[in-house]
């Protein structure tokens, strides 16, 4: 079945007072989305989401743009189904039949950030309606699921050092066996951020798996002399301790302690993870399928891990769409251990879509509906569109 329409909407919806946190972004009051909806020829639909940002805000606007007016024309009459091969041709561009004649790539310039991003969003969409049209879940397509449930950690974690324990301790309350809180810059030094993490590793025990992400804000020295520091709090990762621009720094900081260092939520391509893996930066691979080129290329990534044996955490910190894309991965990946899951006022997670991704007691339940599982909330759509 053939490529009808694709459309993109820039969503931008408020964060709730009461429900908004500070980082190193900011004071983060809205979240912003591009959500990417793909119709073929019967009718079926399929959604995405690309991403202008790692984090909750973006201006989305030259996705939008890069998807319907540069993309769409592309791919519009293409078969649905053939979903590596809608890869292939944007990644290639012009020059596709080369690359399908000779076996390798011969990317567009533009073969990083927007157009990719368009691409994971049109990508997503694209698994999202072949499930759909054959009544299975996405899992199904990758070869189906390796467990029944996964553990999900809290990912949250702001809070200074006064009011750290509490507010871990009410991720701990939900079930959840593992937390995230974010560590770095927004300290005033390494030692403010040490005695943090110090805190929370008193106050939850040592049961609890602890998960640090400094958002790549510290220098190699800061982010160094952090691991050495906390080297025997047994966090389960540092996360980007470092710049994504600086393969070999983080390295250095690999080599230097027994910490797992984990990265890759703004990397693009599986050639982006090929070079974090021959850096020997990384023990744990973190695709964000609305970023590295959808859920085609974030299964690439999945294959890396499993091959190297690295741990695979999908980044699942965005719409319900990418969270249930990098859900569907991380089941049908044996390399997968854990779930993200945002603690932060997230609408596009809850509102978006007619019923939300359930985790109870800190475990998710393998997806059994069809496509990515999820129905479009369109009064949300509209009321939020750009
Ligand atoms: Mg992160």
Same mark, same amino acid.
């Given at each position: #079945?053939?490529?009808?329409?694709?459309?993109?909407?820039?969503?931008?919806?408020?964060?709730?007072?009461?429900?908004?946190?500070?980082?190193?972004?900011?004071?983060?009051?809205?979240?912003?989305?591009?959500?990417?909806?793909?119709?073929?020829?019967?009718?079926? $639909?399929?959604?995405?989401?690309?991403?202008?940002?790692?984090?909750?805000?973006?201006?989305?606007?030259?996705?939008?743009?890069?998807?319907?007016?540069?993309?769409?024309?592309?791919?519009?009459?293409?078969?649905?189904?053939?979903?590596?091969?809608?890869?292939?041709?944007?990644?290639?561009?012009?020059?596709?039949?080369?690359?399908?004649?000779?076996?390798?790539?011969?990317?567009?310039?533009?073969?990083?950030?927007?157009?990719?991003?368009? &691409?994971?969003?049109?990508?997503?969409?694209?698994?999202?309606?072949?499930?759909?049209?054959?009544?299975?879940?996405?899992?199904?397509? &990758?070869?189906?699921?390796?467990?029944?449930? #996964?553990?999900?950690?809290?990912?949250?974690?702001?809070?200074?050092?006064?009011?750290?324990?509490?507010?871990?301790?009410?991720?701990?309350?939900?079930?959840?066996?593992?937390?995230?809180?974010?560590?770095?810059?927004?300290?005033?030094? /390494?030692?403010?951020?040490?005695?943090?993490?110090?805190?929370?590793?008193?106050?939850?025990?040592?049961?609890?798996?602890? #998960?640090?992400?400094?958002?790549? $804000?510290?220098?190699?020295?800061?982010?160094?002399?952090?691991?050495?520091?906390?080297?025997?709090?047994?966090?389960?990762?540092?996360?980007?301790?470092?710049?994504?621009?600086?393969?070999?720094?983080?390295?250095?900081?690999?080599?230097?302690?027994? $910490?797992?260092?984990? +990265?890759?939520?703004?990397?693009?391509?599986?050639?982006?993870?090929?070079?974090?893996?021959?850096?020997?930066?990384?023990?744990? &691979?973190?695709?964000?399928?609305?970023?590295?080129?959808?859920?085609?290329?974030?299964?690439?990534?999945?294959?890396?891990?499993?091959?190297?044996?690295?741990?695979?955490?999908?980044?699942?910190?965005?719409?319900?769409?990418?969270? #249930? +894309?990098?859900?569907?991965?991380?089941?049908?990946?044996?390399?997968?251990?854990?779930?993200?899951?945002?603690?932060?006022?997230?609408?596009?997670?809850?509102?978006?879509?007619?019923?939300?991704?359930?985790?109870?007691?800190?475990?998710?339940?393998?997806? $059994?509906?069809?496509?990515?599982? &999820?129905?479009?909330?369109?009064?949300?759509?509209?009321?939020?569109? /750009?």
């Amino acid at each position: #079945m053939k490529i009808k329409h694709i459309k993109a909407y820039w969503l931008r919806c408020p964060i709730p007072a009461g429900r908004q946190w500070r980082s190193d972004y900011g004071q983060l009051t809205h979240f912003d989305m591009t959500l990417v909806e793909v119709t073929d020829e019967d009718g079926h $639909t399929g959604y995405g989401e690309a991403k202008a940002a790692v984090g909750a805000t973006g201006a989305c606007a030259s996705i939008v743009t890069c998807i319907e007016q540069e993309l769409a024309p592309q791919l519009v009459g293409m078969e649905a189904g053939n979903i590596t091969a809608v890869w292939e041709a944007v990644y290639n561009g012009s020059r596709d039949h080369y690359a399908r004649d000779r076996g390798r790539v011969f990317p567009i310039l533009g073969n990083r950030g927007t157009t990719i991003s368009a &691409l994971s969003g049109i990508d997503t969409a694209l698994w999202d309606l072949k499930g759909k049209r054959l009544g299975v879940p996405v899992i199904e397509l &990758l070869g189906g699921s390796c467990r029944e449930s #996964m553990p999900c950690y809290a990912s949250g974690g702001w809070a200074a050092v006064d009011k750290l324990g509490d507010q871990l301790k009410s991720y701990v309350d939900h079930g959840y066996g593992g937390i995230k809180m974010r560590v770095g810059v927004m300290d005033n030094s /390494v030692r403010e951020t040490v005695a943090r993490v110090e805190e929370a590793r008193r106050a939850l025990g040592q049961e609890i798996d602890i #998960m640090v992400d400094a958002h790549g $804000t510290f220098s190699v020295t800061e982010a160094r002399r952090f691991a050495r520091m906390t080297e025997d709090l047994g966090l389960y990762w540092f996360e980007e301790p470092v710049t994504s621009d600086n393969k070999a720094g983080t390295a250095e900081i690999r080599r230097g302690t027994t $910490t797992p260092i984990a +990265a890759g939520e703004s990397e693009f391509t599986r050639f982006d993870f090929r070079d974090l893996i021959e850096h020997k930066s990384v023990d744990v &691979l973190q695709p964000d399928c609305a970023i590295v080129g959808g859920i085609t290329e974030a299964r690439r990534v999945a294959a890396l891990a499993e091959t190297h044996q690295l741990e695979l955490a999908p980044h699942c910190w965005g719409s319900a769409f990418s969270f #249930m +894309a990098g859900v569907h991965l991380a089941f049908s990946s044996p390399s997968a251990v854990y779930i993200e899951h945002s603690l932060g006022g997230n609408p596009l997670l809850y509102d978006l879509v007619k019923e939300a991704p359930q985790v109870a007691d800190g475990r998710i339940q393998q997806p $059994t509906r069809p496509g990515l599982g &999820l129905e479009i909330n369109p009064d949300f759509v509209q009321k939020f569109r /750009v």
